[in-house]
């Protein structure tokens, strides 16, 4: 069965100072994946997305996020985090076949702190 | 239009009363989902259309989760006789395409109370 694990539940960090959100998946082959933002009372907004290709993916915002295949991960970072930024954050997988709905994380609220 | 649009922003029932929700997709987006956003952080799948027809119903509760999407008119999820672990807020979101691949637009949510 597929699944996303998001170990960090809550990060808080200071603006200007880099970030990590770390992503586990669990599934048969490999998912597309994706980074999705939602402020609060927001819907989401997607990030970023890797479908094949070049494993380093940029998005907007200045995110940016590395799927490595032998981690089953797609750690979302960023080099230096905006007061803006403060959000919670989603990590999702979507099957190459089939279904077409997402699986999602269950989210990492970033904090950041002046 | 340009946005997946919800409505309302907040509904609040009765335990066992009926509870209506509505999203208008993206115009030409023929892909619609439904997502069910508990405890805050969980995400969970319920439905999802091509066009009007149900394309996957896996995630929904067979009893009292009903939905549709008709032509020109908005898509509706339909909860009977709501229960206190129905409040949640529910997720709308639109694609072009059948795969994952396709982006998924999110409308803004609406947030169900149910006391």
């Known amino acids: 069965a597929q699944s996303v694990t998001q170990p960090d539940i809550h990060i808080t960090v200071s603006e200007g100072a880099s970030l990590e959100l770390r992503c586990n998946y669990s599934y048969g082959a490999t998912p597309y994946l994706f980074w999705y933002v939602q402020s609060p009372g927001q819907g989401l907004q997607l990030l970023l997305k890797?479908?094949?290709?070049?494993?380093l993916v940029q998005g907007i915002k200045g995110f940016e996020a590395e799927f490595k295949r032998s981690q089953s991960s797609f750690n979302l970072r960023k080099p230096s985090v905006h007061w803006s930024d403060a959000a919670e954050y989603f990590c999702?997988?979507?099957?190459?076949?089939?279904?077409?709905?997402?699986?999602f994380g269950t989210g990492t609220r970033l904090t950041v702190i002046p | 239009g340009e946005e997946v649009a919800q409505t309302p922003k907040h509904l609040v029932r009765g335990e066992g009363q009926k509870a209506k929700l509505y999203c208008a997709p993206i115009k030409g987006h023929s892909y619609v989902f439904w997502y069910q956003q508990v405890l805050k952080n969980e995400f969970k799948f319920l439905i999802s259309?091509?066009?009007?027809?149900?394309?996957?119903e896996t995630g929904m509760p067979k009893e009292r989760f009903s939905a549709k999407c008709l032509p020109n008119s908005p898509c509706s999820l339909e909860i009977q006789a709501t229960k206190l672990e129905d409040s949640a807020v529910y997720f709308c979101?639109?694609?072009?395409?059948?795969?994952?691949?396709?982006?998924?637009?999110f409308g803004p949510g609406t947030r169900l109370t149910v006391l």
């Open positions: 890797y479908f094949s290709g070049d494993t």
């Open positions: 259309f091509q066009n009007e027809n149900v394309f996957d």
């Open positions: 979101a639109s694609s072009t395409g059948r795969i994952a691949i396709n982006e998924q637009f």
């Open positions: 999702a997988v979507g099957a190459r076949t089939g279904a077409n709905n997402l699986f």
